[in-house]
């Protein structure tokens, strides 16, 4: 039978799996520092400057971009996984027949939850010392923010699924604890949920970083995520607004929506690849 | 569920643990940096008065000391003097100026989300709606904001802060508030989805049967659920209202929190993390409020109704 609507999940992991490749591959060649400034080559287009352009020094933009992906790729991925793994705990309490160790994740969840969680992230940026400065406590307390979130609707999924009961059921077919919790729980129940939220946390701490050093770049101040030698994708926003104030740096603006842009399309195809049958 | 009390009374528990604990954790962190409070505000090798600078603020003698003293001038309604972001300055005015913007934001910004998931939840929005909004609430806050603040720059200037400029500002990053970072779409098919599953119950399809309206029925049990997903957004929109005030341009309590973070002035924070653990304080007990509310209605006799009186044998 044909499946109804949505994308092919194969399709949609393969274009997934360019978002990220684009995103984050090209981090790994990103130079320490940028290119001595040609004031020739100021708000070259890609034209006269490839591949992408240069910057009000006539520095080019492809620098701006491999540093903010370096500034964000790993950050952002471990998030990721410790959501996706806080998750899967989530998870598996679910399948638990003991109600304490849910009732705590709950308590502790809603004392986490209560909070704005920017208020929490710019308390953390603020007590990291300025010499350490990184996006990694950052990202990692925006994790640690959303997880209750992710271990609530993976519990609802293992509570949906029948939670002990499911796990006696298929204990009684002879499968094996292993069979049972890695393969019939996590990877086919509760891979969509917890995959979803970890990509978004993925996503979430990208434009979190692009917010904050937006913020720092606006107000001439050094960014909370990053040292003063590296340029984030919010530099490349930041350049590119200008051009509402008659400045030619539209191809900067473009190219700091198009790397927006291909990470929230990111989240959509993974989501697409990973969602239940 | 007997117990059915737990639930508000450890809300209402949290909402006045909040505003008490959040200061002292952050007192307890700046402590905890290398070097003392007053030499990160004042280094000795660079501002004179460092130890005159201690005392005045009552940073030498540790952090309960300071802790104590801050609290009790914060519950009278005094924070102290800025020590950084405008020195000298009480920060208590600068939080009292801040708080009706910020609050204004927010109420903005959630009355589309309010709409939203009341017409999702009497199905006159439709389904198909959905892939539209949560399209729209993939981009980022700081994007939306971008556009807000050009079109404020192109119409008003850079700085403009006149009335009219201010008003168009405040909707403007409204709507900026309730659009991005799936605000209104995670609403939308937050209520739509509880409603939905609600919906399948047999006890609603019996009433159904009964000539019973729907909403009427599901509406108390799921009303709790709704004021905890209501609660997140509100904790959602007073999130991004820090990306928002700053880009755009709105002098509110995220924006004071940020120059406050900015210039390390742990006196602005301080106060601003109070302002926000209050704000979060208020909502936890709202929602105790409704939890409360919803139980005694649904623990109530129906009319007409009367209890069964044991017959005599």
Redesign the interface.
């Known amino acids: 039978m044909r499946r109804q609507g949505g994308m092919n999940r194969w399709l949609a992991g393969g274009l997934a799996l360019v978002c990220f490749a684009l995103l984050f591959v090209p981090g790994l060649f990103a130079p320490e520092h940028l290119a001595p400034p040609i004031l020739d080559l100021a708000y070259a287009p890609p034209s006269q400057l490839p591949p992408l352009g240069g910057d009000s020094s006539g520095r080019p933009l492809l620098e701006y971009a491999l540093q903010g992906a370096s500034v964000v790729a790993l950050p952002a991925l471990l998030a990721g996984l410790l959501v996706t793994a806080l998750g899967i705990v989530g998870g598996l309490l679910g399948c638990d027949t003991s109600q304490r160790a849910e009732a705590v994740v709950q308590g502790l969840g809603e004392v986490v939850g209560a909070l704005p969680r920017m208020v929490v992230v710019l308390v953390v940026a603020l007590l990291v010392p300025k010499e350490s400065r990184s996006l990694l406590p950052i990202a990692l307390t925006w994790a640690v923010l959303s997880a209750p979130g992710a271990m609530d609707e993976a519990n609802a999924v293992a509570a949906r699924l029948g939670g002990a009961r499911f796990v006696e059921a298929l204990r009684a077919h002879g499968f094996s604890r292993w069979r049972i919790y890695l393969f019939h729980i996590i990877g086919l129940n509760l891979r969509p949920v917890v995959v979803r939220q970890g990509v978004e946390t993925v996503m979430q701490v990208v434009f979190l970083e692009i917010g904050l050093s937006y913020l720092a770049v606006q107000d001439t101040q050094p960014s909370l995520t990053h040292g003063d030698s590296e340029k984030s994708w919010a530099d490349l926003l930041y350049l590119g607004y200008q051009v509402f104030l008659d400045v030619p740096s539209g191809h900067a603006l473009a190219l700091g929506l198009a790397l927006v842009g291909v990470v929230a399309l990111a989240t959509v195809f993974v989501t697409s690849a990973v969602r239940a049958r | 569920m007997k117990r059915w009390w737990i639930r508000p009374l450890?809300?209402v528990m949290?909402a006045a643990l909040?505003p008490i604990a959040?200061p002292l954790v952050?007192t307890l962190?700046?402590w905890?940096?290398?070097g003392d409070p007053a030499s990160i505000v004042c280094p000795p090798e660079i501002c004179g008065g460092t130890e005159e600078l201690a005392r005045d603020w009552h940073l030498d003698q540790g952090p309960w000391h300071f802790y104590l003293w801050w609290m009790q001038g914060a519950l009278s309604g005094d924070f102290g003097n800025s020590w950084r972001l405008q020195p000298g300055v009480p920060v208590g005015e600068l939080l009292w100026q801040s708080i009706p913007w910020t609050a204004g934001l927010v109420v903005l910004a959630f009355v589309p989300l309010l709409i939203g998931s009341a017409l999702a939840a009497m199905r006159v929005l439709p389904k198909k709606v959905d892939g539209v909004l949560q399209a729209v609430g993939?981009?980022?806050?700081?994007?939306l904001s971008?556009i807000a603040?050009?079109a404020v720059?192109?119409k008003y200037g850079a700085f403009a802060y006149d009335g009219e400029a201010m008003r168009v500002k405040l909707v403007l990053g409204a709507l900026v508030l309730g659009l991005s970072?799936q605000a209104l779409s995670g609403a939308v098919t937050g209520v739509r989805s509880l409603l939905e599953a609600e919906r399948n119950q047999r006890y609603v399809q019996i009433a159904i049967l009964r000539g019973e309206s729907v909403l009427s029925n599901t509406l108390p049990n799921v009303l709790g659920a709704i004021a905890g997903q209501m609660r997140?957004r509100l904790?959602?929109l007073?999130?991004?209202?820090?990306?928002v005030e700053?880009?755009v341009r709105i002098d509110g309590l995220?924006d004071l929190?940020?120059?406050?973070?900015?210039s390390?002035d742990?006196g602005v924070?301080l106060a601003?993390?109070f302002g926000?653990?209050a704000l979060?304080g208020v909502l936890?007990i709202l929602q105790a409020l409704v939890e409360v509310g919803t139980a005694m209605h649904t623990r109530r006799a129906p009319a007409g109704f009367e209890a069964p009186v044991a017959e005599a044998a």
């Open positions: 450890v809300r949290a909040l959040v952050i962190f700046i905890s940096l290398p993939l981009t980022p806050a700081v994007v971008l603040a050009a720059t192109l970072d997140a904790l959602h007073l999130s991004g209202a820090v990306i700053v880009i995220g929190l940020w120059q406050g973070t900015l390390q742990f924070v601003a993390a926000f653990s979060s936890l």
